[in-house]
């Protein structure tokens, strides 16, 4: 369909002086957060010392013995939640291909109910090879570990 006439604005066209003079329009600022950091009285254990040791054993669900990662324990207890890691003390070896392995038991157990379930297994397997390997703190953070889960286990 041809148009009979020209098109005719609804507004006037400004100057761009007029355009330049008029105050910018108030707009807000996205606010962005500091990077999360771990909270200051977050006094979950942590040791570097014990997560080297846990990678040097085979994997609790396949048995391999290289490309070992340190897996912390996933949706049980309440011990991790988002944004937030089980105490190194509730650890277990899984292989891990970003360490070199073609398997992928730690990432399995994220995804698989039924090995999710196994964690407890798994972690009193390495929990009683710990035991027998330190002294110190360490131990006394392992047992502590243990007699969680051994609590936990019974009230279920």
Same mark, same amino acid.
């Given at each position: 369909?041809?148009?009979?006439?020209?098109?005719?604005?609804?507004?006037?066209?400004?100057?761009?002086?007029?355009?330049?003079?008029?105050?910018?329009?108030?707009?807000?600022?996205?606010? *962005?957060?500091?990077?999360?950091?771990?909270?200051?009285?977050?006094?979950?254990? *942590?040791?570097? +010392?014990?997560?080297?040791?846990?990678?040097?054993?085979?994997?609790?669900?396949?048995?391999? &013995?290289?490309? +070992?990662?340190?897996?912390?324990?996933?949706?049980?207890?309440?011990?991790?939640?988002?944004?937030?890691?089980?105490?190194?003390?509730?650890?277990?070896?899984?292989?891990?291909?970003?360490?070199?392995?073609?398997?992928?038991?730690?990432?399995?157990?994220?995804?698989?109910?039924?090995?999710?379930?196994?964690?407890?297994?798994?972690? *009193?397997? &390495?929990?009683?090879?710990?035991?027998?390997?330190?002294?110190?703190? &360490?131990?006394?953070?392992?047992?502590?570990?243990? *007699?969680?889960?051994?609590?936990?286990?019974?009230?279920?």
């Amino acid at each position: 369909m041809k148009r009979t006439g020209p098109l005719k604005r609804k507004t006037p066209i400004q100057n761009r002086s007029e355009l330049k003079a008029k105050a910018p329009m108030n707009r807000k600022r996205e606010k *962005r957060s500091a990077p999360r950091r771990q909270a200051a009285n977050d006094n979950r254990w *942590r040791s570097e +010392v014990y997560l080297a040791w846990v990678r040097t054993l085979p994997c609790s669900v396949c048995g391999a &013995t290289g490309g +070992v990662a340190a897996h912390h324990l996933v949706g049980m207890y309440g011990l991790s939640g988002m944004g937030l890691k089980a105490p190194d003390s509730f650890v277990m070896p899984a292989c891990d291909p970003i360490y070199g392995h073609v398997r992928d038991c730690h990432q399995q157990i994220h995804s698989n109910k039924a090995l999710r379930d196994r964690q407890p297994a798994f972690l *009193r397997d &390495t929990l009683s090879r710990a035991v027998r390997a330190f002294d110190g703190e &360490t131990k006394a953070e392992l047992v502590k570990a243990w *007699r969680i889960i051994e609590e936990k286990e019974e009230a279920a």
